[in-house]
Every structure is written in C-alpha cells, then in structure tokens.
C-alpha cells in the first residue's frame, strides 16, 4: 500500500511528496528500507525495486511488514542533486528535524517519526561520482555492540565501525539509533549509477535478517561472511600526490600488497606519468577513484591493511 509521508504544496502549482511502500502480511515485526537521502546516490533504488517484487510474488511466505521508502530527497534525486535543491542543505545533516523549522527540517521530522520503532532500519547509500566502494556496513562505534551482529548477516563484503564524529548526531541513523530503533547504514556502488550485483546481493542480505528477525519463511542465499574493521589504523587512504588524469589499474575489492600498483596519474598534454598511485600497505583496496579527473590530495582509495588468502 503506498502512503504519503510528507506531503506539502510548492509554489509552482506542485506537491512535495515522500511516500513508502508498506508491505504487509499476517503479525510480526517490521523491518523499513529507506534509501535516496542523496539524489546522486541511486544504487539503493534498484535494492527498493527487487525487494518490492519479491515481496509481492511471494507475500505468503512473509509474517510482519516491509516499509520501503525510495525516494527520500525526491526533489534531490530528480534534480541529481545530492542535497535538497534551492536549500543548499545535505539532508543527512538534518536529522531529526523540527516541526517548527523548515521544510527540509519538518521532512526530517517526520521521517524519523514514521520510522521509530521499527526493528530494524536499512538506511542505503551509493559512493559519491568520484570512488566506487564495495557493499559495506557503517557502524558508528556506540552502536557496535548491537549492530554488528546484525551487519554479518546482511551480506555485505566490509563492517567498518567508526569512531564518533560530532557530524554524524545529525544523521538519520545517529537519530534513529539514539532513540532505540536499530539502524543499519550500507554503502556500495557508484554515485548516478546502478551496480545490478550490489543490488541482488544487498537484497538477498535484507532477506536474510528477515529470517532471522522470524519474518520470511522462503529460501534464502547462503551470505558472505564479511571482513570486520574495528581499528582506525587498519584503513590507509590513498591520496593524489600532484594533479591529473587517473586512469586506474585494480579494480574495488581486489587484494593488493605492498608497493603495488592501484592506478596513474597521467598529462594528457605531454604524453608524460606523473605518478603511480601505489598500495601503503597490503590489503584489502575496498574504495577506488572512479572519476578520472583528481586535484592534489584527492582520495584515490581506501586499504583495509590486512593479511588474507587471494
């Protein structure tokens, strides 16, 4: 049943919607999907549309309710516009709203009312156009205890568990996690892009929490057991030492060792290498530069520096 969240008049004859997708059959838990915070982030999208379909071939084999929420910033994801257009504001650093503030503060607001409660959040987000990560959950360190039992069954490659941040209380999964509503924040792909193996293995990861939340009596996929970083000395980033054109020689997810050879920075003009981008240390190269243009200190790529069979 779709339903409105949001829903407010704009001043060119137009309404603002939010709306979910609420995927119900018998008792039990609910479980809600939320992805399009970022308009430029749209790998959760197709994660939205497979779990959708699946849900409704199949609703005899569900006992609880499935809320999905698409389109979180629709006015940022029409526009490919990461934060809401005409507000300057990234509207992952709005939560949890006011119903007193401005539009984007009241969309944030009833967003995290409308969520509350659930047993467990899925908030989805794609890399930005410049890297391609491979599927990871994030996991704010004050929330390790409870989350990351949950992260290793939801198919993803990586568990990374940062440290707090004072940014990060303005995030939805910060909001919905202060307030005892477990959430859980992924991030895989691309930014403007859709990565059709992330999609299906994030999918198969959503159903199989639901297994184990009692909610789906299907066949599920055996899922990964993923790589668990804990340490912040553990991820190496990777920076441009000169400025360029980044042509890149392994791809996300590759094993690299010490001194090898992730990428390039080239002139185009003078036909000349300006540098090697190489690996700091051996590991995991779990982030690369995907946009080929790079300034002086961009990031090129991230190492979970960690020794494991090829």
């Known amino acids: 049943m779709i339903q409105d969240i949001v ?8 309404t603002y919607h939010i709306q979910k997708n609420s ?14 915070i970022h308009g430029d982030e749209l790998e959760g999208q197709y994660v939205c549309f497979l779990l959708a379909q699946k849900l409704l071939s199949q609703m005899e084999r569900l006992h609880g309710t ?7 910033n629709p006015l940022g994801i029409d526009s490919i516009n990461r934060g809401l257009p005409g507000f300057d504001l990234d509207m992952n650093r709005t939560f ?4 007193a503030g401005d539009m984007v503060e009241f969309t944030a607001m009833k967003l995290v009312e409308d969520l509350k409660g659930a047993d467990l959040v899925f908030d989805i987000h794609a890399s930005n156009i410049y890297l391609t990560e491979i599927p990871q959950i994030r996991i704010n360190e004050k929330n390790a205890d409870q989350l990351v ?36 924040v992924a991030e895989m792909g691309v ?56 042509m890149k020689t392994k791809e996300h997810g590759s094993w690299v060792g010490k001194g090898e050879t992730v990428g390039y920075i080239f002139d185009p003009l ?19 530069r995907e946009y080929p243009l790079v300034a002086e ?6 190492i979970l520096a960690r020794e494991a069979s090829r």
């Open 191 to 246: 930014g403007m892009r859709l990565t059709e193996k992330y999609g299906r293995q994030f999918c198969d990861g959503i159903f199989s929490l639901m297994k184990h939340l009692d909610m789906w009596d299907g066949d599920i996929p055996p899922v990964r057991e993923p790589l668990i970083c804990d340490d912040p000395d553990e991820v190496v980033f990777l920076n441009a030492p000169t400025s360029g054109m980044f």
């Open 23 to 36: 995927i119900s059959h018998g008792t039990g838990k609910r479980i809600c999907v939320v992805t399009g």
């Open 96 to 99: 949890p709203g006011s119903d």
């Open 7 to 14: 829903s407010i008049r704009l001043p060119v004859d137009e």
């Open 270 to 288: 003078r036909g000349e290498i300006r540098e090697y981008i190489n690996a700091d240390k051996s590991g995991l190269l779990f982030t690369i």
């Open 149 to 184: 039992p949950l992260a290793r069954l939801s198919n993803v490659d990586l568990i990374w568990v940062h440290g707090n941040s004072t940014v990060l209380e303005s995030t939805l999964a910060y909001s919905l996690n202060s307030r005892g509503t477990p959430c859980l």
């Open 297 to 302: 200190g961009s990031l090129m790529g991230r």
């Open 66 to 72: 499935v809320d999905i929420y698409p389109a979180a």
